[in-house]
C-alpha cells in the first residue's frame, strides 16, 4: 500500500525558513517523481515543485522559485521542501504526491494527509 | 502557463441525480487531463487521467471525456459519498501542472 507521511509543518515568522519532509512508502521510491502541492486555506490546488526519480531534475512555480529547495533522499524513501523567505501568501496545507514514471509526474495518483505550514508574526 | 476554468462553481443535485462538470482549457492538453475529487478534511483523490480513464478502485458512474480545450466529468447517479470538490488539472504543458479553480457538488 502506497503511503505518503507529511511532516515539519509549524507556525513561522515572514521572512523564516521550515523544511517540509515526505516520507514515502509501498513503492520503489526512486522510480517515480514526486511534486508538492499546496492548498491555501479556503482554496483550490496549486503545484509548487516537483523532481525526477533521480533527484538531478528540478522544477518550481514561478511563485516560490529562489525562495524554496525540493530535494530528496531515495536512501531513506524521504521527499524534502526546504522553504526560506516565507510570506504570509505562502500559508497553505502542503501535500506531497506521487507521479507515474521517473522523470517527471503526469498527474498525481497518491497524495499524502498534508502539512500545515502558516506563515504569521 | 495553461489556464484550467471550471464550470459551475456549484453545482446543486439531487442523490440520483446526473452531474455533469465542465473543464476549460485556455490552449489544447490533447487528452493530458486528470480529475479529482476532494472531500473536507482530505487529500484529494484521483478519479480520472488521460481525460476518460479510470483510476484504480474508481466506481464506474464516475466517466470523464473530451480532449484538445474542452472536457467533462459526469456522475452518472450521484451517492451521498459523491457530494464534495472536484478539480481538473492538466500535464500536457509542463511546468507548471495545473489545476482548475474546483466544482463543488451540493446537495439540492
Known sequence: EVQLLESG???VQPGGSLRLSCEAS???FSSYAMSWVRQAPGSGL???SGISGSGVT?????????RFTISRDNSKNTLYLQMSSLRADDTALYYCAKGQQVVAVEYFDYWGQGTLVTVSS | EIVMTQSPATLSVSPGERATLS???SQSVSDNLAWYQQKPGQAPRLLIYDASTRA???PARFSGSGSGTEFTLTISSLQSEDFAVYYCQQ??????????RGTKVEIK
Not at chain 1, 528540478?58 to 529562489?66: E, P
Not at chain 2, 500535464?91 to 482548475?100: L, S
Open chain 1, 46 to 48: 496549486e503545484w509548487v
Open chain 1, 58 to 66: 528540478t522544477y518550481y512555480a514561478d511563485s516560490v522559485k529562489g
Open chain 1, 26 to 28: 509501498g513503492f520503489t
Open chain 2, 91 to 100: 500535464y500536457n504543458n509542463w511546468p507548471p501542472w495545473t489545476f482548475g
Open chain 1, 9 to 11: 509543518g509549524g507556525l
Open chain 2, 23 to 25: 473543464c476549460r482549457a
Open chain 2, 56 to 58: 484504480s478502485g474508481i
